[in-house]
């Protein structure tokens, strides 16, 4: 691997994940403490996240654009950004779903399985900000495995409340609303499996 010279990649891959912990927090809060009176103050807090990092997904571009030596490959260095995007993206996705689907109250099991999601993203943000000292890191493996593991139960939780949904829910809208809710968290949890294992290739890859 490279040393690092001109623009911080890493600082900026470490300002996307520490934005999409920041976001998935305020979102937590939104699940446990379900309140439409506030739904819309506190969504917006995610959007503002949202739109800062988007700007500094613009910024690596541009820099990916214009400089000479960077300290990963330039697809590499594209990839992390945008599986991170994409993590971050699928937390401010749902606060619009809870809006157009109409959530008046919070499923129980949406509490569950929202807590993988904040526990994937912070084994995410802790294996990104290990990654540059990848040869020396006592910690970067375990967040690895951790976030994939935790992917692992999210698949679990995912058909076992979609199987619960389908056999005891008597409304078909609230079905629907459900169903769609549940892929938004599992696609959330996908994402951050997609970036653990983007930052194992590259390890073994620079190895």
Known sequence: MARKKGYDYFGAMEH???????ASQILHEIINEYDLDTL????EEIHNIERESDEVVK???????????TP??????????????D???????????????????????????????????AAVQEAIKEFPHFK???????????ANKIESRGDHLYTEDLAQLFRT?????DVVRWKKIFFSFES????????????????????
């Open 16 to 22: 996307l994940a520490k934005d999409t912990v920041r």
């Open 40 to 43: 819309a103050q506190k969504s």
């Open 59 to 69: 910024e690596v571009m541009k820099e990916l654009y214009v400089s000479f030596i």
């Open 72 to 85: 990963l490959d330039r697809e590499d260095i594209v990839q992390i950004i945008d599986r991170l995007d």
């Open 87 to 121: 993590i971050m993206d699928g937390i401010n996705g749902l606060t619009y779903e809870f809006y157009y689907l109409n959530v008046q109250q919070m499923a129980p099991n949406a509490v569950q399985f929202f807590e993988l999601i904040t526990q994937a993203v």
């Open 136 to 146: 020396s890191s006592k910690t970067l493996m375990s967040r690895i495995e951790e």
């Open 169 to 173: 829910e008597k409304d078909p809208i």
């Open 188 to 207: 959330v949890l996908d994402s951050c499996e997609d970036a653990a294992d983007i930052i194992m290739g590259l390890i073994i890859k620079n190895s």
